[in-house]
């Protein structure tokens, strides 16, 4: 080809300034070199297809000798052959690119700009003058996000800028400097390890700011760990135990090298064990009435002690003995004695068993439960340790209604009475982050050696609590989110083990909302949703967990072949499929039969409001439903607020049950002061004829017969069930094989001093 016409050429495909702006990023588009001819050529600029040369850069000016072929990116195909000496210039696409990103880091654009750099790493690594670019953007990035004052992002940056070069001019100063600013936050913040740790890292990383930046903090500490050292020496002689043992873990906290402070801490646990436990959601005050709320139920057997206690086989009795008196229409229950209040010297008298048991059926009352109101006929003291009960209609497993807390009120705390049970341990202190429960002198069923303070740590999910598990802040979690499950099992430091009874998981739509009370809505709503997909691939993520499974109606199902609590399930309702189409058709069809029946004009894209508790695993499945009900045309609105906090105005209710005795939970769940806020006739009819069952495969069938019912009608949109796991270090003693809630064997637990590691 003459010169002649590659200058026509290069002049036709000349890349005037306009034809430079690109639409979208450099690295994004097509990968092009660009070759510049000489003067007799037009200057021309010509993008042609990449260059197939061994090493990506201009030769040398002596090594450009003869001719070099291109194709030119607009007309593929076609190859040119062109002299090196009308060659002026060569850039190769990934200095194109590399040229492009600078400006960005200029400007401050620096997420814009990072996407450049690590396309560049990642396909054209050898880039010349791409390390000292992406040095350059890495203290460029630090020094902007420490002048924002978010000084962790920058240690980040800086910390990525020392493993490429750690002789980096001023690199030391300037990791130095954030370096003090993050560790006086952590300092104020009580999180002495994390201070402990970023003082460590600069010392290894660099030397020479050991004793201007390390050795005044380091000082700092020891000296507040020596006073905390005399302070707890001091509560240990005072006989102030939980203090003592409080000032000795913090001393390890603060320096686990001071002299004598492990030894301390040994021995105050040998006199006062404290078991601390990782949670999710903190404990408050439990409540007297019956609760699905995960960290009420967990609690409440710390403070309170029941009439009849739910197993894994069936009902502990731990205050007396229960008889059917004659007439099949009450029961005697015996106390056991030498029962009293603890930290009095007052007994525990048959009248105020009786006043907790007329109180739990007063609509005014704490403790009230409308299903023990519907059967509760009153209660009669015989004698100074006997209470006669008397039903309306005695039911199939009464002792289910009999779980019932026995409390008295004591001094005034806080503007309102304290609430005193008769349990091991009284609530002592209750923050955000940490609930303590201290023992009880004189309760009636302690044993030696058990703890004598439970204390709560809250940690914002399970993988958080998990790594506090392994450091050694706490040595028993009371609830692993279902994906974290796989992290700790085989772990033979580490027992993992899964409660007795699983959670049943559900959608409760608000009966008085339009929408949600119309019931070819709310099979549209459950045709929606994949529930399949989110258990297994998002809550369990790919594991395969027994028990786990999607439900078909409000019951949960066996576990194993010997398990007792699915008897309610009816194995002959399948869980509808996911049938997007089917839901979409029923959703409309719900709408337009809600203007017919309300004359509402529903425009646009109606938005419901979808309530759950503030726990990750209820966020993350309520996150996934979100979606899916999107494809309705809905705006799903997640609101988070705790099951005593629940607004009137919600559209729908994710809630997670314990369904301990379907029996009862049935009533409470489906009945009409139940959770539903609503029963038809059918179903009340139906929860009726289970009331007067009279023996269990009778009230079997009935279930069955309500698990059809409630399938059809859909009170509840059925999710899933999960079964709960907690875990332990392999050194705690006394935990049962199969636990109903954390601190069902409280007693036998034996737990050793775990010292915090680094």
């Not at 509808?576 to 004009?601: F, M, N």
């Amino acid at each position: 080809m003459s010169r002649l016409a590659i200058a026509l050429v290069a002049a036709a495909l000349l890349l005037a300034p306009s034809m430079l702006v690109a639409v979208e990023p450099l690295y994004q588009q097509r990968p092009y070199d660009v070759v510049t001819l000489d003067a007799n050529n037009g200057n021309s600029a010509l993008k042609v297809q990449p260059l197939d040369m061994p090493v990506r850069r201009l030769p040398p000016s002596a090594n450009r000798t003869g001719e070099i072929e291109i194709e030119l990116l607009e007309r593929p195909g076609e190859r040119f052959r062109v002299a090196w000496f009308n060659i002026t210039n060569l850039q190769f696409f990934e200095e194109l690119v590399l040229a492009e990103a600078a400006p960005l880091v200029a400007q401050g654009k620096f997420d814009e700009a990072y996407e450049y750099y690590r396309f560049l790493e990642t396909k054209y690594p050898q880039t010349a003058g791409l390390r000292e670019a992406v040095e350059n953007f890495l203290w460029q990035h630090s020094a902007s996000e420490f002048k924002a004052g978010r000084f962790d992002q920058a240690l980040a940056l800086m910390v990525e800028l020392h493993r490429r070069n750690p002789r980096r001019p001023n690199l030391n100063t300037a990791y130095g400097r954030v370096t003090v600013k993050l560790v006086e936050n952590r300092l104020a913040a009580g999180n002495y390890r994390a201070a402990r740790g970023l003082l460590k890292n600069l010392a290894q990383r660099y030397p020479d700011q050991a004793a201007t930046s390390v050795a005044p903090f380091e000082s700092q500490l020891q000296a507040k760990a020596t006073a905390l050292l005399v302070q707890a020496r001091a509560d240990l002689a005072a006989n102030n135990l939980s203090a003592a043992h409080r000032a000795a873990m913090q001393v390890l906290e603060v320096w686990p090298a001071i002299a004598g402070g492990r030894e301390l801490a040994q021995a105050i646990h040998a006199k006062y064990p404290v078991a601390s436990v990782g949670v999710i959601s903190p404990a408050p005050q439990p409540p007297l009435r019956p609760t699905d709320d995960w960290a009420a139920l967990r609690a409440e057997r710390l403070v309170y002690r029941f009439l009849a206690e739910r197993t894994a086989t069936g009902y502990l009795l731990p205050l007396g003995e229960i008889a059917k008196s004659e007439g099949n229409r009450g029961l005697t229950l015996a106390l056991k004695p030498g029962l009293g209040w603890p930290d009095t010297n007052r007994p525990l008298s048959a009248q105020e068993v009786a006043r907790c048991l007329v109180a739990r059926a007063d609509p005014g009352q704490a403790a009230f439960d409308a299903a023990w109101s519907d059967i509760f006929a009153g209660a009669n003291v015989t004698g100074l340790s006997a209470v006669q009960i008397e039903f309306a209609r005695l039911p199939v497993r009464v002792e289910s209604l009999l779980t019932i807390p026995l409390w008295t009120s004591g001094a005034a705390v806080g503007g309102g009475p304290r609430i005193s049970g008769l349990g091991p341990y009284r609530l002592a202190e209750e923050t955000p982050v940490r609930t303590s429960f201290v023992a009880q002198t004189g309760y009636f069923a302690a044993q030696p050696g058990q703890p004598s303070e439970v204390e709560e740590r809250a940690y914002a999910d399970s993988a958080a609590a998990l790594r506090a598990l392994r450091r050694g802040e706490v040595s028993v979690l009371d609830r692993l989110s279902p994906w974290d499950v796989k992290r700790l099992v085989g772990n033979k430091d580490y027992v993992v083990r899964a409660y007795a009874f699983p959670t049943v998981h559900l959608l409760v739509p608000n009966p008085h909302q339009p929408l949600t009370a119309n019931r070819t809505f709310r099979r549209a709503l459950l045709y929606a949703l994949d529930r399949e997909g989110i258990l297994r691939r998002g809550l369990l993520d790919g594991q395969a967990i027994a028990g786990c499974e999607v439900l078909s109606g409000p019951f949960p199902r066996e576990v194993s072949g010997d398990d007792p609590h699915g008897y309610a399930n009816n194995p002959q309702i399948k869980p509808r499929p996911y049938d997007p189409g089917t839901a979409l058709v029923l959703s409309r069809l719900a709408l337009d039969e809600v203007r017919a029946a309300t004359g509402q004009k529903i425009d646009g894209q109606p938005a419901l409001t979808l309530v759950h508790p503030p726990e990750p695993i209820a966020r993350a499945a309520c996150q996934s439903i979100a979606r899916q009900l999107g494809t309705l045309d809905l705006q799903i609105v997640l609101r988070e607020a705790p099951a005593d906090a629940v607004p009137a105005d919600y559209d729908l209710l994710y809630a997670e049950l314990a369904m301990r005795e379907p029996a009862v939970d049935a009533i409470r769940l489906l009945g009409p002061r139940g959770l539903t806020g609503s029963c038809s006739p059918a179903m009340l009819a139906a929860l009726r004829e289970l009331e007067s069952a009279a023996e269990g495969r009778q009230a079997a069938s009935q279930l069955h017969a309500i698990h059809r019912l409630a399938a059809g009608e859909l009170p509840v949109i059925p999710l899933w069930q999960l079964v709960e796991h907690c875990a332990f270090h392999a050194g705690v003693q006394g935990f049962s094989a199969k636990p109903v809630s954390l601190y069902q064997d409280i007693e036998s637990w034996r737990v050793p001093l775990r010292l915090p590691s680094e």
